[in-house]
Nanobody, 127 residues
């Protein structure tokens, strides 16, 4: 049974950093595409950063490029999202997700492809 458990959320001031962790079970993080999605109030989750299972290439939403870094550690079977230079617009619930099949690069962060989801962790950026 696939399980994803996020941790590391919290409240920070603008310019601060957080590192989100996603502990996976029931599959290996190298096996499937994995990603981080953010849900803002009243909206559906949108892809922030995703990681291919074929060539390991990361994909980032334009709003986080240069500030966020996605990574995975096979030895820990975990996925991480390092978030730097946070701003108010980064506020939301962050979900870790995994896709049950390989995804084409152009669709790597498309929510519909991800069938396994964690419970989410809240990130609040405010002064």
């Amino acid at each position: 049974q696939v399980q994803l458990v996020e941790s590391g959320g919290g409240s920070v001031q603008p310019g601060g950093s957080l590192r989100l962790s996603c502990q996976a079970a029931g599959f290996t993080v190298d096996e499937y595409p994995v990603g981080w999605f953010r849900r803002e109030p009243g909206k559906e989750p949108e892809g922030v950063s995703c990681l291919s299972n074929t060539d390991g290439s990361p994909h980032y939403d334009d709003s986080v490029k240069g500030r966020f870094t996605i990574s995975r550690d096979s030895t820990k079977n975990a996925v991480f999202l390092q978030m730097n230079s946070l701003n108010v617009e980064d506020t939301g619930v962050y979900f870790c997700a995994a896709a049950p099949a390989t995804i084409s690069a152009q669709y790597m962060c498309m929510r519909a492809h991800y069938g396994y989801w964690g419970q989410g962790t809240q990130v609040t950026v405010s002064s």
